[in-house]
């Protein structure tokens, strides 16, 4: 499988890849990697989309947010987690649409704040949350494409990378994607 790692260099990527190193990796980063792309910018995902072309698999471990204290995100620390995060790997799943072929994976990161919150993790747990909904939705539309982005982690996809907290995705089936599996951190 050729898949796009974005993030691929950080510490949760750089394991993610380690994992999947019998495939054809592309691996982007903020200003490392094989490609550069700006999540926070989503003519950056077109353009990176047009650089590496068709792939099978589309894996996101990147996407910045604040941490703090609720009265003292201000907001800025708002508008970076909600750009960046959230619709950072929102977008790379819809920007990407064309690029990954018929039964492909789209694989996107959220974190365990979603749903075990603590005190600083307001801004976090909120786009937390926020993907893992879009993430469930989305699946549902998937099918029409045959292309699956979801949590079940019983795929090459959800195997190495949910113990990383990514969210993994098989194509093999909807009921699995729809699922979800979310693994610690
Ligand atoms: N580490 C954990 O324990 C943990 C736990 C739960 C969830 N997470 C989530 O997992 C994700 C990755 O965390 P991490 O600890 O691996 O972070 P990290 O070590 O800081 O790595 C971040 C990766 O994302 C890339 N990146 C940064 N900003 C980007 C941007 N605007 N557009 C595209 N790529 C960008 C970085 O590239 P450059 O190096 O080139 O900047 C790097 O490859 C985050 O969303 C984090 O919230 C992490």
Same mark, same amino acid.
Request: proline fraction near 3%.
């Given at each position: 499988?050729?898949?796009?790692?974005?993030?691929?260099? /950080?510490? $949760?990527?750089?394991?993610?890849?380690?994992?999947?190193?019998?495939? #054809?990796?592309? &691996?982007?980063?903020? @200003? %490392? =990697?094989?490609?550069?792309?700006?999540?926070?910018?989503?003519?950056?995902?077109?353009?990176?989309?047009?650089?590496?072309?068709?792939?099978?698999?589309?894996?996101?471990?990147?996407?910045?947010?604040?941490?703090?204290?609720?009265?003292?995100?201000?907001?800025?620390?708002?508008?970076?987690?909600?750009?960046?995060?959230?619709? /950072?790997? $929102?977008?790379?799943?819809?920007?990407?649409?064309?690029?990954?072929? #018929?039964?492909? &994976?789209?694989?996107? @990161? %959220? =974190?365990?704040?979603?749903?075990?919150?603590?005190?600083?993790?307001?801004?976090?747990?909120?786009?937390?949350?926020?993907?893992?909904?879009?993430?469930?939705?989305?699946?549902?539309?998937?099918?029409?494409?045959?292309?699956?982005?979801?949590?079940?982690?019983?795929?090459?996809?959800?195997?190495?990378?949910?113990?990383?907290?990514?969210?993994?995705?098989?194509?093999?089936?909807?009921?699995?994607?729809?699922?979800?599996?979310?693994?610690?951190?």
């Amino acid at each position: 499988m050729t898949i796009l790692v974005v993030g691929g260099t /950080g510490t $949760v990527g750089s394991a993610v890849v380690d994992e999947l190193d019998e495939h #054809d990796l592309i &691996v982007a980063g903020h @200003t %490392s =990697g094989e490609v550069q792309v700006d999540l926070a910018d989503p003519a950056s995902i077109d353009q990176l989309f047009r650089t590496i072309g068709s792939v099978d698999a589309v894996l996101s471990c990147a996407g910045e947010a604040a941490f703090g204290a609720l009265d003292e995100l201000d907001d800025d620390d708002f508008d970076l987690s909600l750009s960046n995060k959230l619709m /950072g790997q $929102v977008n790379l799943v819809r920007r990407g649409l064309d690029s990954v072929v #018929d039964g492909g &994976v789209f694989t996107l @990161t %959220s =974190g365990v704040l979603s749903r075990e919150p603590m005190e600083g993790s307001a801004a976090i747990s909120l786009v937390n949350a926020g993907l893992e909904g879009f993430v469930r939705a989305a699946a549902l539309e998937m099918p029409r494409n045959r292309r699956d982005p979801g949590g079940a982690g019983n795929g090459r996809g959800g195997q190495s990378a949910g113990g990383y907290g990514c969210r993994g995705l098989s194509g093999e089936s909807r009921g699995n994607t729809a699922r979800g599996d979310d693994r610690r951190p």
